[in-house]
Structures are given as C-alpha cells and as structure tokens.
C-alpha cells in the first residue's frame, strides 16, 4: 500500500536549519508530484510548494521562498525539505503528501513537528 | 492568495445531514474544476474525503458528498456519525499554486 513515513521531532535552537525526510513506498516514485504542507500548532493547512519527482524542479508558495529548499533522491525514494535561518514562527507540523491529479493530496506522511526554541 | 472562507464550526445531531461551504472567488474555486475536501482528527494527518469537486477516492464513505456553484464548493455528510467529529478543509488549485481553507470543525452533538 502506498505509504509516506516523515523523520521524527526535531528541537533546534533560532538560527539552525533542519531537514526532514519523506520516505515513499507502494507505489512508483516518480510518477506523481510530492507536496509539503504546514500546519502552525492549533491553526489550518498552508501549502508551502511542491516538487516534480521525475525532474527534480520544485516550486515553491508565496512566503515559502529563499529559506525553503525541497529536493528529492530518487535511487531511495526520498523526499526532503530544508529550512535554513530556522526563527520561532517555522514552529510547525510539517507533513508531505502525494498529488495524485491537480492538487488532490490522496496520502500523506505522519508529519514531522519542528519546534524552534532557546 | 488568500485563503478561502469556511466557517469556523458547524453541528449536527446523529443521523442528520450537514453541509459546509467554501467560499473562494472567479479567480480560484470558480475557475477550476480541483476543490478537493480534507477530514483531520486532532493529532492526525488530513484524510482525503473529495477530490475533483465531487469525485470520492475508494474507501471514503458514500455519506460524503461534493459540489460546487459559481465560487461556492460545499461538502456534504449524511447520516451524520460521532466518528464525523473532525476538522475539515477544502482546497483548490490556481493555476500555479494550491489554498486550503480555514477549516471547519463538525461537531456531532
């Protein structure tokens, strides 16, 4: 069955970068679009940008440029997204999810909470 | 973009049907036929229940139903269940770009 499984919790101080990874399964990698979405603890869905799989060209939401880098490693099936210059407001879940037609996100990783704190 | 308009929560007794709209503009819901709708429990991740306006992916209940009239998409639950207890959110593509709503909480009395 088509799975997404995100890296765990990460605690980084103001200023550091983080990478979290989505490992896909089940399906053919390259086949469909990879997209990050973030959730802001007790607030809504924001689209943050997708990724082609297949050309490796992502593309990236308003407020989600310069500091946001996502990536893919096709030989293992892996999805990544970046954030450099981490500051308290990236405080967030971040969950990665597969586009299966025009941005309808049919599976989706567990989510990978960042907490950016001193 | 801004986000599109859902109200903030909606209730319903068991057994009944609800509806939520999502309210968007020319621009985004009444240009494209890719609103799709979200469940979330606390702590999970979001659920695909709709996508393509009014398509159901296998395995999500005939008791959820989409569709959409000018900038207005709307979601539908019949036969209302306490598990329907959830956020839920519709989004759409714009050309470039994907907007979710807000969100809605169903609460099932």
């Known amino acids: 069955q088509v799975q997404l499984v995100q890296s765990g919790f990460e605690l980084k101080k103001p200023g550091a970068s983080v990478k979290v990874s989505c490992k896909a399964s089940?399906?053919?990698?390259?086949?469909?679009?990879l997209n990050w979405v973030r959730q802001v603890p007790g607030q809504g869905l924001e689209w943050m940008g997708w990724?082609?799989?297949?050309?490796?060209?992502?593309s990236y939401a308003q407020g989600f440029t310069g500091r946001f880098v996502f990536s893919v490693d096709t030989s293992v099936n892996m999805a990544y997204m970046e954030i450099s210059s981490l500051g308290p407001e990236d405080t967030a879940v971040y969950y990665c999810?597969?586009?299966?037609?025009?941005?309808?996100?049919?599976?989706w990783g567990q989510g990978t909470l960042v907490t950016v704190s001193s | 973009q801004s986000a599109l308009t859902q109200p903030a929560s909606v209730s319903g007794s068991p057994g009944q049907s609800i509806t939520i709209p999502c309210t968007g503009t020319?621009?985004?819901?009444?240009?494209?036929?890719?609103v799709s709708w979200y469940q979330q429990h606390p702590g999970k991740a979001p659920k695909l229940m709709i996508y393509d306006v009014s398509s159901r992916p296998s395995g999500v209940s005939h008791r959820f139903s989409g569709s959409k009239s000018g900038n207005t998409a709307s979601l539908t639950i019949s036969g209302l269940q306490a598990e329907d207890e959830a956020y839920y959110y519709c989004?759409?593509?714009?050309?470039?770009?994907?907007?979710f709503g807000g969100g809605t909480k169903l609460t099932v009395l």
């Open positions: 089940g399906y053919r990698f390259t086949s469909y679009a």
């Open positions: 020319s621009g985004d819901v009444g240009a494209y036929k890719c």
């Open positions: 999810t597969r586009d299966i037609t025009t941005a309808s996100f049919d599976s």
């Open positions: 990724i082609n799989t297949k050309t490796r060209v992502p």
């Open positions: 989004s759409t593509c714009t050309g470039a770009s994907t907007i």
